[in-house]
């Protein structure tokens, strides 16, 4: 049987961002369920990348990730992983001053947050309504992430440093006997690693089951989304994404069109998350309520799971009961964000190095991300 130092199990953002990081350092085998990585959360992202978004901590990580996406090494990638967007956060004559101290607030966290006006607002995103632009929060560094690439890179260099891959590969039971764990897989086939790193998704909860390990109580949340022709004649490459304050939907400007959310958060349990007609029709609704778009037609329609904990934090490090079982759960609507840092700061962790240094100076505290913060409550 192969042993590895480190199994890593779920092929999404949140492991092969580990596997990158852990590669050069110890043997790793990555399994994934499917027949394909990323076909679950991690290739249904709305694929935003912003500093104003999540808890400190998710920013924080969201920095670090920002700094490496920007700058990639030698051969991770040979085009841009962020390319420019800006994000506008806009709001109702009810919802000004709710936003407006919220926009004070963001401008102290990212001081290239700006307050617009309702003329300012209008300018910047003229799709809006005037009564759904009394006002708006900009935030222009917001950027595209192109997912496929970071996903890609990560995977690839893993594998350059050494990382097995397999697909199909479905963990169905978990064995720790004399330090190693035994990962028993549902086509028959097992490995033997010294540790399990739970990459695991919606899933990391039941993963964290076979493993004898108690829950973190993970909700998974259904959120749809779909795409729609973009009227022809906008300069949709400078148009900022436009999201309502209360978080009811969003409209992200792409290639020729347009993705739209109502910005759904269904509890689910783990499943391959499918898309409800009716949180479409809600979607439409408010967006054309919103703006001057008509949703004539919808072109693609997907639902992903955004999977959260209580605090809405990442939950990272060793499991404070069962011995060699590492989590990197509860990445919500920011895993692809924060998805570099958070591999590099599992690694770390997992490697027994700490902290690394970049993140700690943005704030960011061990015990914030700890397991070990729902079972010592
Ligand atoms: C509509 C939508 C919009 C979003 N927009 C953004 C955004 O703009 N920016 C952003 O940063 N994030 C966004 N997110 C969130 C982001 O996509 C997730 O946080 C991220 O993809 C989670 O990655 P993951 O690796 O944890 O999970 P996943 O990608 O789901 O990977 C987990 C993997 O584990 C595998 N697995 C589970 N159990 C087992 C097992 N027993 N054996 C083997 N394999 C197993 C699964 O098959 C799966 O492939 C969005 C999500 C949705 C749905």
Redesign the pocket.
């Known amino acids: 049987m192969q042993h590895f130092d480190f199994a890593v ?8 961002s580990a596997a990158y990081h852990l590669a050069p350092h110890a043997s790793v085998v990555i ?4 027949h394909a ?14 500093e104003t ?1 999540g808890s400190a901590e998710i920013r924080a990580i ?1 920095v670090a990730s920002g700094r490496f996406y920007r700058k990639p090494p030698a051969g991770f990638t040979d085009h841009p992983l962020l390319t420019p967007r800006g994000a506008l956060i806009a709001g109702r004559a009810e919802q000004q001053a709710a936003l407006q101290k919220a926009a004070t607030e963001y401008a102290r966290l990212v001081p290239s947050v700006r307050w617009l006006d309702p003329a300012e607002t209008l300018r910047r995103q003229p799709l809006l309504k005037p009564e759904a632009a009394s006002g708006g929060a900009i935030f222009e560094e917001a950027e595209d ?1 192109d ?1 496929a690439a970071i996903h890609g890179g990560f995977l690839k260099a893993a594998r350059a440093a050494g990382a097995v891959l397999r697909l199909d ?4 039971r978990l064995d720790r006997k004399v330090g190693r764990w035994t990962v028993c ?1 549902r086509d028959g086939e097992s490995v033997t690693a010294a540790t399990i790193v739970n ?6 909860d ?2 964290a089951g ?1 493993a004898g390990a108690a829950p973190v109580g993970l909700v998974p949340k ?4 779909f795409t729609f022709d973009a009227p022809a004649g906008l300069d949709l490459a400078h148009m900022p994404m436009v999201i309502d304050f209360d978080e009811t939907w969003y409209v992200k400007p792409e290639v020729g069109q347009f993705l739209g ?1 109502p910005a759904d958060e269904t509890p689910s349990p ?1 499943c391959d ?1 499918q898309p409800e007609e009716l949180d479409i029709a809600i979607a439409v609704e408010r967006i054309e309520t919103a703006t001057s778009l008509q949703i004539r037609r919808i072109k693609n329609k ?6 959260f904990v209580a605090d809405k934090n990442l939950v990272v490090g060793y499991d404070p009961v069962v011995a060699g079982f590492f989590w ?2 509860g ?9 570099e840092a958070a591999g590099r700061l599992a690694a770390s962790l997992a490697l027994g190095r700490g902290l690394p240094n970049d993140i700690a100076d943005l704030g960011v505290a061990v015990a914030a991300l700890s397991p070990a913060r729902f079972t010592q409550r």
Request: net charge positive; no cysteine.
């Open positions: 199990v779920g092929a999404g953002i949140a492991g092969v399994l994934e369920r499917e990585a990323a076909y679950h959360t991690t290739g249904r992202s709305a694929a935003l990348h912003s978004y969201t992430m997912v590969a479905e963990v169905t897989m990459a695991s998704g919606a899933w990391a039941v993963l076979l259904r959120r749809t989304a959310s783990p998350a997907w639902a992903g799971l955004r999977s990197l759960a990445q919500g609507g920011y895993g692809i964000q924060t998805g």
